[in-house]
């Protein structure tokens, strides 16, 4: 079975444009966790999508959303970007059978964003 | 709220020898816990996992984990290191409140020597 994959894998963007990330998940998979990792802050949780609807939201500005699709597909977006935007964005996938928060997430390669 | 420290954000080992990294928890619910490794330019693999079938957890590449309740610790092992090794490690805490959203450690880097 094909793993998550992100596209694209390398990004460059400059401060004030806007900028889209794309995962599949596992076949299969109805869960899509979407997480920022930077040296400074580490990893940190964006969002969680389910059945096309966001379910989980963690503590970041509103310049970030994301969405799913009807096929499990996710996308996240950035507008006005900044140069503390630059980070490996890692998409995450898991089965979610039951809606359960326990599911094992299983990662994709990530997309490095760099923002000049 | 969860938390997960790791102490020691870069550990040396020499082939051969134990490998020994930290994690400690702070949950105010039932947690499960996870080790992802992370190689460089990749994304992160999972190491193992404790959802509270079992307290000694066995996963991937000659790793296990211990969970000590009492001590809110979830320690990861290795008999004996190999240069394959080498790799940031991160534990993870979630909980069934805490909806699918992982909260991760800072990190251990591991260097081993030859």
């Known amino acids: 079975k094909a793993g998550v994959t992100q596209t694209p894998r390398y990004l460059i963007k400059t401060r004030g444009q806007q900028v889209t990330l794309s995962c599949s998940p596992i076949?299969?998979?109805?869960?899509v966790s979407w997480y920022q990792q930077t040296p400074g802050q580490g990893l940190q949780f964006l969002f969680e999508?389910?059945?096309?609807?966001?379910?989980n939201k963690g503590n970041f500005p509103g310049r970030f959303s994301g969405r799913q699709f009807s096929n499990s597909r996710s996308e996240m977006n950035v507008s006005t970007l900044e140069l503390g935007d630059s980070a490996l964005y890692l998409c995450?996938?898991?089965?979610?059978?039951?809606?359960?928060?326990?599911?094992?997430?299983?990662f994709g390669p990530g997309t490095r964003l760099t923002v000049l | 709220a969860q938390s997960v420290t790791q102490l020691g954000s870069h550990v040396s080992v020499s082939e051969g020898a134990l490998v020994l990294l930290r994690c400690n928890y702070s949950?105010?619910?039932?947690?499960?816990l996870f080790w992802y490794v992370q190689y460089p330019n990749q994304g992160l693999q999972l190491l193992l996992k404790?959802?509270?079938?079992?307290?000694l957890v066995k996963g991937i590449n000659g790793f296990e984990a211990e969970f000590k309740k009492s001590e809110t610790s979830f320690h990861l092992t290795k008999p004996s290191a190999h240069m394959s090794d080498a790799a940031e490690y991160f534990c993870?805490?979630?909980?069934?409140?805490?909806?699918?959203?992982?909260?991760f450690g800072g990190g251990t880097r591991v260097l081993v020597k030859p």
């Open positions: 076949s299969g998979h109805r869960s």
């Open positions: 949950s105010s619910v039932p947690p499960y």
């Open positions: 404790y959802t509270s079938a079992a307290t």
């Open positions: 993870a805490v979630t909980a069934v409140a805490a909806g699918n959203k992982l909260t």
């Open positions: 999508y389910f059945s096309e609807t966001q379910r």
């Open positions: 995450a996938s898991s089965l979610a059978a039951s809606g359960g928060s326990t599911d094992t997430q299983y």
